[in-house]
């Protein structure tokens, strides 16, 4: 029990600390410094490129060894339901322009294909 309030009690003071800390260094009068704002504009895109990446690595290099004729096993659908749904995702958001529209569409597009067709 009192293990469990340790716990409770390092993970409650964590959380307060990550929400209140960027008030503390960063104070409302303050100029936000440079790189901040370099991280603010790039890291989300980053961020995005990593996921891309993540989620694709499987399929490209099931793909990759299908084409070296390679014997081990690989799923049949050698990563087609994931770039129909990449290529889903891409298309609703240039023609859109919303990412909660194309990501969840886009997702829902994967499940079917998933569950369905591969």
């Excluded at 290529?87 to 998933?114: D, E």
């Amino acid at each position: 029990m009192k293990m469990k309030i340790i716990l409770i009690a390092v993970m409650a003071a964590a959380t307060i600390i990550t929400r209140f800390l960027p008030f503390l260094v960063f104070p409302a009068g303050k100029k936000t410094p440079a790189y901040i704002d370099f991280l603010g504009k790039t890291l989300p895109f980053a961020t995005i490129g990593l996921l891309v990446v993540y989620c694709l690595k499987d399929s490209l290099i099931g793909l990759r060894a299908a084409a070296a004729g390679a014997a081990e096993f690989y799923p049949s659908s050698a990563g087609i339901p994931e770039f129909l749904a990449a290529a889903v995702i891409v298309a609703l958001h240039r023609w859109k322009g919303n990412s909660l529209l194309s990501i969840g569409a886009g997702t829902v597009f994967y499940m079917v294909l998933v569950q369905v067709a591969f």
